[in-house]
């Protein structure tokens, strides 16, 4: 079992930066695929980044050059930088575990989850 505590989000204003974290206990991460999605009100949960754990990353158009994925497996933790923030990025921010080999960009390539954590942006 692995488990994902997600921290960092809070309120920034349009044009600001947040850096998300997700810490994991349970098991090493450095075998597992890693990845960001969100979810804001009255939507569906849509993927954000993603980071192999051969450490390629992967990211949603909407979110491409402003945002960045890594990982420090030492300190079996991922981030997600966020720079330029937009009002449309206001979600819930998940971070996800996943067996290498699965799919990147869909939620049934993950099989543990963090609680998710809130970040909203004003205009």
């Known amino acids: 079992q692995v488990q994902l505590v997600g921290s960092g989000g809070g309120l920034v204003q349009a044009g600001g930066s947040l850096r998300l974290s997700c810490a994991a206990s349970?098991?090493?991460?450095?075998?597992?695929?890693m990845g960001w999605f969100r979810q804001a009100p009255g939507k569906e949960r849509e993927f954000v980044a993603a980071?192999?754990?051969?450490?390629?990353?992967y990211y949603a158009d909407s979110v491409k050059d402003r945002f960045t994925i890594s990982r420090n497996d030492a300190k079996n933790t991922i981030y997600l930088q966020m720079y330029t923030l937009k009002p449309e990025d206001t979600a819930v921010y998940y971070c996800?575990?996943?067996?290498?080999?699965?799919?990147?960009?869909?939620?049934?390539?993950?099989?543990?989850w963090g609680q998710g954590t809130q970040v909203t942006v004003s205009s």
């Open positions: 996800a575990a996943g067996p290498s080999g699965r799919v990147l960009f869909t939620q049934s390539g993950y099989d543990y």
């Open positions: 349970g098991r090493t991460l450095s075998s597992y695929n």
């Open positions: 980071i192999s754990w051969i450490r390629g990353t």
